[in-house]
């Protein structure tokens, strides 16, 4: 029976960025709504009758988006100022950020334009229709006193405007008054008047407001604004005193042909203003997540390799391992399979450095779930990884055939460890006497295959609890280097119930995703050492050791940090670029006799 081939083939190029159209989705409408929802309750009549709930609104949904965004904001700092790396570990991880600070910028524009419609244009709305509406109301006969609550007024036949009698008063704006009289008669005290805005001259009587050409104009709509009516009444004042007239009590309204008609078209200046700020803002955004997506398609980009850069000049890959997570290789698949020896950690579990602790199996196929934010699911099992840690990107680099396998470790901040379920089944290692030989040295922790084949076998620690699923049965029977068991203590431990750990490291194998766990930070240093000192080819060194002229030129682990600053790598895409690409692929052994799902 000849050597193993190795049960995985490099991981694939990848040719295209794929753009997450839910984050794309929910950063273009989710801000948006933010916008929406303080301009509409600072705009219309909810404002009006029940202010209090406003602002209570208000400042629920301004603390929940301004705590967010603090929140996203500040591991962005200490990523960027080196205290730890970010580890983002949900698929909306780049885009949580963007959209909390989009949402507090809409949260802020939102209430000052609701505020600015509101005063400008509905409170005066609302104003007049809490008041009466008056018919047949003669300015020569009733006074301003008999009028304090009128809203809208409907003058007497024959009612108009006295433009003699008109006056401007400016300040910056120029406020213009006329009395309303009943055909230009004199009368004791001029208590109606018609005001409006910048529609006269401050020099001259030219009342030119509202409807004052209209003979058919005979309606009023009582103007409402205080800081207005103050100005109204200075150019009164200076209207009594110019023409030496009297106005014990003035009311002021826009003069108009149908007072119905003028509200609509003021409540419709209103709604007008409030879906071009809508329109507005939605373009706003919109332009914000088209530059967003050019951005992080631009810096996902950086994690291919490219083909034609490989094939031009291979020994510029060693040099690019430190930023590259996946690459394309030279060789064809067929090739690589046939020159690269086996066995290698990313392509079987039968043989690593770290089988000697704590590990949990994620089978395959179909059933390793890459769920996000936060966990990789099995069924209703999951591991959840921290959003802070730092990344370690360990690369195995064949020189000769061109040929390099990935695998990722994650160290998390004391504070922030990562956590599973403690129903995850578990793979682990029994090495029994061959564990202490893998404590010596570097060549006694790399047996041969026929050694640890007869020191391994499947096994449970309690076989009548353990249930084991019939794809890890399955797993089982096609490999029979590998013990079962169920993590916890000797008792059934509640479903829910979750284990913390500070460092897990990720990597392919035949039967799907093999996760290691260390419970402090300094083994997880330990973790990343012993693969980088002890990691060896199992044939390779056994040519070596009998002949040293030989060199050792198969696959070497090779570990980089990866530095803080520009985009940090979030976690859901190194698994796409890496191990999920690893996963894909056809996994093959020649002693089995079989191909792999």
């Known amino acids: 029976m000849g050597p193993a081939k190795p049960l995985m083939g490099p991981p694939q190029m990848t040719t295209r960025t794929r753009i997450n159209l839910l984050g794309v989705l929910a950063a273009l409408f989710l801000p948006w709504a933010v916008y929406i929802t303080m301009f509409a309750l600072w705009s219309f009549q909810l404002r009006y009758t029940a202010p209090g709930k406003v602002l209570a609104i208000t400042v629920i949904l301004g603390l929940i988006v301004g705590l967010y965004c603090l929140y996203r904001v500040q591991l962005s700092c200490r990523a960027l100022f080196g205290q730890s790396s970010l580890v983002e570990t949900g698929r909306f991880a780049v885009w949580a950020l963007f959209i909390a600070v989009t949402a507090a910028v809409a949260f802020g524009v939102g209430v000052p334009m609701g505020s600015y419609n509101y005063s400008k244009n509905m409170r005066g709305i609302y ?73 006269c001259s401050d020099q001259l009587a030219d009342f030119r407001c509202g409807a004052y050409k209209s003979q058919e104009a005979k309606g009023g709509v009582r103007v409402t604004d205080d800081v207005d009516r103050d100005f109204y009444r200075l150019a009164v004042q200076q209207a009594q005193s110019a023409h030496a007239i009297k106005a014990i009590h003035p009311l002021f309204f826009e003069w108009t042909g149908d007072t119905h008609e003028q509200m609509l078209n003021d409540e419709r200046a209103g709604y007008q203003f409030f879906l071009m700020g809508m329109m507005g803002h939605f373009l706003f955004q919109a332009v914000l997540v088209a530059i967003a997506v050019t951005c992080f398609t631009k810096s996902a980009q950086e994690w291919a390799w490219s083909s034609e850069t490989a094939r031009a000049d291979p020994e510029q890959l060693p040099s690019e391992l430190n930023d590259r997570f996946s690459f394309a290789t030279v060789a064809t698949e067929a090739e690589t399979l046939e020159k690269t ?9 039968t043989y690593t450095p770290l089988a000697k602790s704590q590990q949990i199996l994620l089978t395959r196929p179909g059933n390793v779930e890459f769920f996000f934010p936060g966990s990789f699911k099995q069924g209703g099992d999951y591991v959840q990884v921290s959003e802070v ?151 390779d060194l056994e040519a070596s050791m009998k002949n040293p002229a030989v060199p050792c030129v198969h696959p070497q682990a090779q570990i980089y940090r990866h530095l803080v600053g520009g985009a940090p790598p979030v976690v859901g895409r190194v698994l796409s670029r890496v191990l999920q690409e690893d996963l894909a692929r056809d996994f093959q052994d020649q002693d089995l006799g079989h191909s792999g799902p």
């Open 341 to 349: 020896a086996p066995p290698s950690i990313w392509s079987t579990a």
């Open 127 to 199: 104003d007049v229709q809490s008041l009466n509406a008056f018919v047949e109301v003669n300015p020569a006969t009733m006074r301003g006193q008999e009028l304090m609550d009128a809203g809208r007024v409907q003058f007497v036949s024959g009612a108009n405007i006295n433009l003699n009698l008109a006056n401007g008063f400016k300040n910056t704006d120029i406020y213009c008054v006329a009395p309303i009289t009943v055909n230009n008669a004199a009368l004791a005290s001029y208590d109606f008047w018609a005001v409006g805005k910048n529609c």
């Open 389 to 539: 840690a730092e990344v370690h990107v360990i690369v195995a680099y064949d020189a000769e055939t061109g040929r390099c396998y990935s695998g990722l470790c994650l160290q998390a901040h004391p504070n922030f460890p990562h956590k599973f379920s403690r129903t995850v089944e578990e793979v682990k290692v029994n090495r029994k006497a061959a564990q202490k030989e893998c404590a010596d040295d570097v060549s006694e922790a790399s047996p041969s295959m026929g050694k640890l084949s007869h020191q391994c076998s499947w096994m449970s620690r309690s076989p009548s609890a353990a249930k084991l699923s019939p794809r890890m049965v399955k797993s089982a029977s096609r490999t029979s280097m590998l013990s079962m068991e169920k993590l916890g203590e000797p008792d059934e431990p509640p479903p829910t119930r979750e284990q913390q750990w500070f460092c897990c490291l990720f990597y392919a194998i035949k039967e799907g995703i093999l996760v290691y766990f260390a419970d402090d930070i300094e083994s997880c240093e330990q973790v990343v050492q012993s693969v980088q000192s002890r990691y060896r080819d199992v044939q």
